[in-house]
């Protein structure tokens, strides 16, 4: 008994600095900083796992992953299997027809032989 007294003390303990921390996190998004410490040494971070760490002594910076400038883009199939993929040719604000044109200036007479065309982010077509 006393070891299932000792079990739900623990995780109500735990609990609670989980609780304390999501507060804390949220705190700093609120000022426009991230949780990200500018040092951390391996004391803190022991101290982090093991408790009894004071949170407001740590420096924290903002972090450059928030904001990013540069968007991604990925390829994009436009077919696979000999089956234009119409949904990823609205994606690009493109129709069959300027495919199939497209297909043909490269050599491609039959679509239905092209097991993959693929859009690039660079804009050029590859087929395989």
Known sequence: ??????????????????????????????????????????????????????????????SKFENPKETVTLPLDLIIDGQILSNNLNMINKDQDWLIDTLNNKGVSHINKVTQATLEPSGKIVIS
Do not use: C, H, R, W
């Open 1 to 62: 008994m006393n070891l299932l007294y000792s079990a739900l003390l623990y995780l109500s303990l735990f609990t609670i600095i989980l609780v304390y921390i999501i507060y804390k996190a949220k705190s700093f998004k609120k000022n426009n900083k991230s949780f990200i410490p500018k040092e951390v040494n391996y004391q803190d971070v022991e101290i982090a796992l093991l408790g009894d760490i004071d949170l407001d002594n740590i420096n924290y910076t903002e």
